[in-house]
């Protein structure tokens, strides 16, 4: 720790830095964040076009990803060696309003449109991709899931909404969302269909996350749930976290055995995106963030649990 704590005063005086010294001080800060948790190392930085990296999806070896809202709308296939964009998709029928997740069936790829920061969204939308569609086109047409809450009533601005959503997946024929709760730091999970068409989600479930949950991924095959996200109060405040949920019964992801990493501080990175990438092997993403005059850019990490 003595060498962090080095770090952070030398950081005091960062504004007085000349631009290489501010590249090499931000460069030293990422690097030694990564080793306080020797189990999520960086895979590597993310293409310049991809600073608000917010959805993950692995397709058959392919890595996917998307911008955050007020991007385009478009899906990314990213190099895993180097962060580049090796493939452009465009949902020719869909726009940006807040996509926040990617999921995968075994036929389809579904984008979550339904951030929703202060609760006043009534136009919530799941797009819904063929996969074949995916891996041969560059313009691709979505058919389109609109729902809403079955238990949201109001839509008056709050900072402290529990109807935020920033994370689902698809299994067992149904797709399921976690909540992004500002209200209570937990999670609530709801279920919709995956068909076209208007839909109400039901909440069947919930977690206390003690943390805003920013993404999920599931390993059908093993059933293995992971949720990532970052602490909003006190201590934890900003630093990242991840639970894995196995061994558990049916749809019942919470009453399974349940394992939380923490990635330690000092917190450096936003993670909005994960997916699985084989037994036991996620690939987490991270935005573009801010910290003071600090630009911590956006990267590409690996946790095996």
Do not use: C, M
């Given at each position: 720790m003595k060498h962090i704590a080095i770090l952070l005063s030398t950081l005091l005086l960062f504004s007085a830095c000349s631009e290489d010294e501010k590249k090499k001080i931000l460069d030293a800060v990422q690097n030694i964040n990564i080793k306080n948790n020797e189990k999520v190392p960086t895979v590597t930085g993310l293409s310049a076009n991809l600073k608000e990296s917010s959805g993950l999806a692995f397709v058959d070896g392919t890595l996917w990803t998307h911008n955050d809202s007020g991007g385009e709308a478009k899906l990314y296939a990213v190099d895993q060696t180097n962060?580049?964009?090796?493939?452009?998709?465009?949902?020719?029928?869909?726009?940006?309003?807040?996509?926040?997740?990617?999921?995968?069936?075994?036929?389809?790829?579904?984008?979550g449109d339904f951030g929703n920061n202060r609760g006043t969204r009534k136009d919530l939308k799941i797009y819904k991709i063929k996969l074949d569609d995916l891996k041969t086109k560059t313009v691709v047409d979505a058919e389109i899931i609109k729902f809403s809450y079955a238990s949201q009533t109001t839509f008056t601005a709050n900072s402290k909404t529990n109807y935020d959503c920033e994370a689902f997946i698809a299994y067992s024929g149904k797709l399921?969302?976690?909540?992004?709760?500002?209200?209570?730091?937990?999670t609530d999970m709801y279920v919709i269909p995956m068909n076209a068409g208007v839909e109400v989600a039901e909440k069947v479930s919930n977690f206390n996350t003690n943390a805003l949950v920013t993404g999920a991924s599931i390993d059908s095959d093993n059933k293995v749930l992971a949720l990532i996200g970052y602490g909003l109060t006190g201590l934890s405040k900003?630093?990242?976290?991840?639970?894995?949920?196995?061994?558990?019964?049916?749809?019942?992801?919470?009453?399974?055995?349940?394992?939380?990493?923490?990635?330690?501080?000092?917190?450096?990175?936003?993670?909005?995106?994960?997916?699985?990438?084989?037994?036991?092997?996620?690939?987490?993403?991270?935005?573009?963030?801010?910290?003071?005059?600090?630009?911590?850019?956006?990267?590409?990490?690996?946790?095996?649990?």
């Open positions: 962060g580049n964009v090796i493939k452009t998709v465009t949902v020719s029928n869909a726009s940006n309003v807040d996509w926040e997740d990617l999921a995968v069936s075994k036929t389809h790829l579904f984008i399921y969302l976690f909540s992004k709760n500002y209200g209570n730091e937990q900003g630093t990242p976290k991840t639970w894995i949920f196995s061994e558990f019964t049916d749809v019942d992801f919470f009453k399974g055995k349940q394992k939380k990493f923490s990635w330690g501080k000092p917190a450096k990175a936003q993670i909005e995106g994960v997916t699985h990438v084989g037994k036991g092997k996620l690939y987490i993403s991270s935005e573009a963030n801010k910290v003071g005059s600090l630009t911590i850019r956006q990267e590409l990490y690996k946790l095996n649990y």
